[in-house]
C-alpha cells in the first residue's frame, strides 16, 4: 500500500536531497528505499510489479486504457530500484529477480496451441522459453511462500529457488492459466499457478485483509482454543495483467467433488449417491427457463429442484476420513472453517461465491476461498443481483452433520463476528487504505458485470468466472473511484457496528439474521442459475 501512493509529478522533485525530505513524495520515497534495502524481499516485489506497468498482453488485443497505469508512478518506481540497485548488497537479488519476473511474465502470454487446450498431460517448455533457464536463485526466496519480516533483517536462511520442471499443464479456463513445479533447495516442490490476462491485484489485497483477521483471532485465546483462521495463499501480481498465485495443495473446488470437475451428466457424488435424481445441468437448465420466462415461478420450480436434488457433501467426510475420530474432529474442522470465512467474507462483501470458487481440502477439511475480484458489495450490481450475504446452500449445510448451522456453526461465526466487531477501528481503517487505493479500480464495470454472468455452456468455468478488474490510472475516474470507496467504507463500518437495515443488533442477532438469509429459499432461488443455490 505504501508503494502505490508513489508518484513523480515534477521532474525536479528529488533533484534536491533538502527539497525531498520535506516533500510528502519525498519522504515517501525515503522510507521505500529505507524499508527495500532492510527488507527487499517484501518491497521488490510490489515495485517491479508498479515497474511492469505498461505491460500487458498485446496478443489479446488489450487496451491501453483498460490497464492505464499512471506513467509519473511507474517512473517513481524505475527511479527507486535505480538507486537500490547501487547499494552493493541488492545487486545480485535486483538481477535475480528481474530474470524470474521476466520468465513469469513470458510464460503467462506464451499463447497455447488450440488442439491442446483440453490436454491433461503436461506441456513442454519451448527450448527457448526464460523460465527454462532460471537455476540456483540464491539471492531471492520462493516466490510464493509467506516470508514473515525479520526485525534481525537477517534473510540468510530460507528456501531458495533451485530451478522449474521443463513442463507445464493447463487448469482450464478463458485466460488458460498454467501450473508450473518450482523445486526449492530445501529439497520441497511448490507448485504455482501462472495468470496472464488478469488482474491480480485485488485478489492480493484480500488475501492482506484475510491475514489482518487472522492476525486478530490469534490474538484471541478463546479463537485460538477453536482453531478459528482464514486459510490464506499468496498473490503475486507482477504486472497489470499477470501475476504467480501460490497453488492450495491437496484441495479441489466443492463442485468438482459434487458434480464433477465441469458439471459432467455422469459425474460428481451426487450422480454417485443419487443416481436417479435431477442432474445439476438439468437443474440448472430449469432455472434458466424460469428466470428468463416467468420469474414467479421460480420458487415453485427452485423447490420442484431440491426436492429431486438431495444434500450428498456429508459424504466427503466419510470417503476422506475413514476412523470415527478423524471424520469428526474434520467435519468440526469444516464447519469452523467456513463459519470464519462466511463472517469475514460477509464484512467485506465477498461476492460470486459459487462452488467452484470454494475449495476445500482433502486432507484437512477447510475451506479456501479463491477468484477475489468481487469484494464491497459489488455482486449486487451483476445483471442478476446477488441476494444472500454468504454461500450457505443446502450441500455446505449437509457437510456439518445432522446440527446443520446450530451448535459449532452458529457459535464459531458469533465469535469470529465479536472479534471482528472489537477491533472495528482497526479493520475500518485498513479496509479504508485498500478502498482508497489508487492502483486499481475494484468497482464493477457494465462490461464486466456482464461477463461474470454468462449462460452459454451450462457451467461457470473457474478462471471464467473471474473477471479483470480495470485499473484506475488516476484520470477522470478519479471523482467516482472515491464515491465508491466511500461508499465501500460506509458499508463495512455498518456491518462491524452491527447496523442491519436499519436497526443495530447484537452479535447473535447479526448472526442469526445472516443465517436466514442465507439459507431463505425466496432469496436464493433468484440468485443467478450459475451461481448453483440448490446445491
Known sequence: QIVSR????????????????????????????????????????PLYALKNGTLVDPNKGTSGKSFSMDPDKIAAAKAILSDLNTKSHLREVSRQLDTVFVAYVQLAFQSVDKNKLDRTAPIPLHPQMKLRQVNNCTHIPITTIDLPPQPDKDYSQFPYIQEFENTFSLCGGVNVPKRIVCHASDGTTCRQLVKGRDDLRQDAVMQQIFGLVNQLLRDDPE????????????????????????????????????????????????????????????????????????KSKLPDVYQECCNNFTPVLHHFFLEYFHSPPSWFSHRIKYTQSVAVASMVGYVIGLGDRHAHNILI?????????????IA?????????????????????????????????????????????????????????????????????????????????????????????????????????????AERAVHQVKQKLNGMEDGEKLSVSGQVQRLIHQATSTELLCKMFAGWAPWM
Open 376 to 484: 464491497f458489495e459489488q455482486g449486487k450490481l451483476l445483471p442478476t443481483p446477488e441476494r444472500v450475504p454468504f454461500r450457505l446452500t443446502r450441500d455446505k449445510v449437509d457437510g456439518m452433520g445432522v446440527n446443520g448451522v446450530e451448535g459449532v456453526f452458529r457459535c464459531c461465526a458469533e465469535h469470529t463476528m465479536s472479534v471482528m466487531r472489537n477491533n472495528s477501528n482497526l479493520l475500518q481503517t485498513v479496509v479504508e487504505v485498500f478502498a482508497y487505493d489508487p492502483l486499481y479500480q475494484w468497482a464493477l464495470d457494465p462490461i464486466r458485470a456482464i461477463h461474470k454472468q454468462r449462460d452459454d455452456d451450462g457451467w461457470n468455468d473457474p478462471d471464467e468466472c473471474t473477471g479483470t478488474t480495470t485499473s484506475s490510472g488516476g484520470g477522470g475516474g478519479r471523482q467516482k473511484t472515491n464515491r465508491d
Open 6 to 45: 508513489l508518484s513523480n509529478n515534477s521532474a525536479s522533485q528529488y533533484s534536491s536531497r533538502k527539497r525531498q525530505q520535506v516533500t510528502f513524495q519525498g519522504v515517501l520515497r525515503t522510507l521505500i528505499e529505507k524499508l527495500g534495502s532492510e527488507h527487499p524481499h517484501h518491497l521488490l516485489y
Open 361 to 373: 481440502d482433502k486432507s484437512e477439511a477447510s475451506v479456501v476461498h479463491i477468484d477475489l475480484g
Open 223 to 294: 479463537a485460538v482454543k477453536r482453531g478459528l483462521a482464514m486459510r490464506t495463499y499468496k498473490v503475486v501480481p507482477l504486472s497489470p495483467t499477470c501475476g504467480v498465485v501460490g497453488w492450495a495443495e491437496n484441495t479441489m473446488p466443492i463442485a468438482e467433488y459434487l458434480v464433477g470437475q465441469h458439471g459432467e451428466r455422469n459425474a460428481g457424488a451426487h450422480f454417485r449417491y443419487r443416481p436417479h435424481q435431477y442432474r445439476h445441468l438439468d437443474v440448472r437448465a430449469k432455472m434458466s427457463k424460469a428466470a428468463k420466462q416467468d
